[in-house]
């Protein structure tokens, strides 16, 4: 299988690398001859030096560039590439979709199969490239019923090479469920994190691991989401109306007039709703974890003993984080487990020495 990608940032360069790694042949475009020699040095593929008409007949073209430039570049490899399939990577569906479909024609159209790898980070670039960047994650097929089978499995194949998940969904649906999903919580940490511009220093140093939370994505590139967000502005600005309704809410019931603390008693309750429907590990139905806290020393190889004891003691992890104290070389470790093996392992953990705060091993008497 022969695939030629067309963009070598963050997504062109991680399927690259991991399609390279499952012995596809892939060649690499970019209009930047730096951008592409870069991601061919790192593994991504044999570079095209920019010629990708001369590039040998692949079996799929995968469009990998800015969302604003995508529809005419998928026209331009239908016609470049006779006997491709062409795909891109794109978070938008529709209105590319209806883009492509003005550029060319219907037997063309047909070679075209719209996809969305729901997977990224915060960097972009193709320094930023990992080959394990699909793996357990959504990737969103677009087709129909027009669709050659042929080409629809050949786009599957690829897709789930990479580790990847593949989800069949209407172009419409996938928009409106991007939306939610990751266009608004985009804006939404955006916004959180623009209130902490002008704000004091020593306001900030107060900052907890739930503002981290927050507004992780904040760091996004703020010209790939400029593209993003108009190329879906109707289903964002959907979904964004209905949460200035909640907010407009809020912001009344902090007047602390009647029926107030029930409007931000059913906020918060809501949210736990909301929440609760987030699928967990591996894409499984949600799972309730039981936290252990461990308290850390900030010294080469902490992190690495706890793990051993953890593993000694047969018990798995399910999620992990750490913060840190401030003003103390001290880390503020949330271990998170199934509930049956809660007390199991904060009785060993103890016994190894760690300290853990306000465990059950007090409460119950073990210590």
Not at 38 to 45: K, P
Not at 135 to 154: I, Y
Request: glycine share 10%; hydrophobic share 45%.
């Amino acid at each position: 299988m022969r695939v030629h990608i067309i963009g070598t940032g963050l997504l062109g360069a991680s399927l690259g690398l991991a399609l390279s790694q499952q012995n596809y042949r892939v060649s690499l475009e970019d209009t930047s001859p730096t951008a592409e020699q870069l991601a061919a040095d790192l593994g991504a593929g044999e570079p095209a030096g920019g010629q990708g008409a001369d590039v040998d007949e692949p079996d799929i073209v995968v469009v990998a560039t800015p969302p604003d430039v995508a529809a005419g570049v998928i026209a331009e490899a239908l016609r470049a590439y006779p006997r491709a399939t062409v795909t891109d990577v794109a978070s938008i569906k529709t209105r590319l979709l209806e883009a492509v479909r003005g550029m060319v024609g219907a037997s063309e159209l047909d070679r075209y199969i719209g996809c969305h790898p729901m997977a990224g980070r915060e960097r972009s670039g193709a320094i930023a490239a990992r080959p394990d960047l699909f793996t357990a994650r959504p990737w969103v097929v677009c087709s129909d019923e027009d669709t050659p089978a042929d080409r629809l499995g050949a786009v599957v194949a690829m897709a789930e090479a990479t580790g990847a998940s593949v989800i069949h969904l209407d172009p419409g649906i996938h928009d409106a469920a991007v939306a939610r999903v990751s266009h608004v919580p985009q804006v939404v940490a955006s916004l959180v994190a623009s209130q902490l511009r002008h704000a004091p220093l020593e306001e900030v140093a107060l900052a907890g691991q739930g503002l981290r939370d927050v507004t992780r994505i904040a760091a996004s590139d703020p010209g790939l989401w400029t593209q993003i967000l108009t190329g879906n502005a109707e289903e964002v600005r959907a979904v964004l109306r209905d949460l200035r309704t909640e907010l407009d809410a809020v912001i009344s019931a902090l007047d602390l007039g009647p029926g107030s603390t029930g409007v931000l008693a059913r906020t918060i309750a809501w949210g736990n709703e909301g929440y609760d429907r987030i699928p967990g590990k591996h894409g499984q139905a949600p799972t309730k974890y039981a936290v252990v806290t461990v308290l850390v020393p900030d010294t080469p190889g902490t992190l690495a003993r706890l793990f051993k004891d953890i593993g000694d003691l047969g018990i798995n992890v399910e999620d992990f984080r750490m913060d840190h104290a401030p003003g103390r070389r001290l880390g503020i470790v949330d271990v998170s487990v199934v509930p049956a093996t809660q007390q199991e392992l904060e009785i060993g953990l103890s016994s190894k020495g760690w300290q853990i705060p306000e465990s059950v091993i007090e409460k119950e008497g073990h210590a």
